[in-house]
């Protein structure tokens, strides 16, 4: 089983930056993929962006430029980098892990919010 741990979400002006962390416990070799959804009010959740465990990245076309992902195995942690950040990214950001038996794990989730 693996447990996540969220952290860095906060409250930036447009245009500013801010960096997520998901730290994962339990077993970091079984996870195929890590990332983050985000769910804004009124609207269903989305995914942001994921990253393999031979760091193969996708993002969605609405942050590709401004954030990126990326994993440092030593601390089991994933990261997502988000700069140049907007009003439209104001959301829940769910970190989460796929396992390579399809098993899924989801953090508690920490709140972004961009003011204009």
């Known amino acids: 089983q693996v447990q996540l741990v969220e952290s860095g979400g906060g409250l930036v002006q447009a245009g500013g930056s801010l960096r997520l962390s998901c730290a994962a416990s339990g077993s970091w070799l079984s996870i195929k993929t890590m990332g983050w959804y985000r769910q804004a009010p009124g609207k269903q959740r989305e995914l942001v962006a994921g990253?393999?465990?031979?760091?193969?990245?996708d993002y969605a076309d609405s942050v590709k430029g401004r954030f990126t992902i990326s994993r440092d195995n030593t601390k089991n942690t994933v990261y997502l980098q988000m700069n140049d950040l907007k009003p439209e990214d104001t959301a829940v950001y769910y970190c989460?892990?796929?396992?390579?038996?399809?098993?899924?794990?989801w953090g508690q989730g920490t709140q972004v919010t961009v003011s204009s």
């Open positions: 990253i393999t465990a031979t760091r193969i990245t």
């Open positions: 989460y892990a796929l396992r390579y038996n399809d098993a899924a794990s």
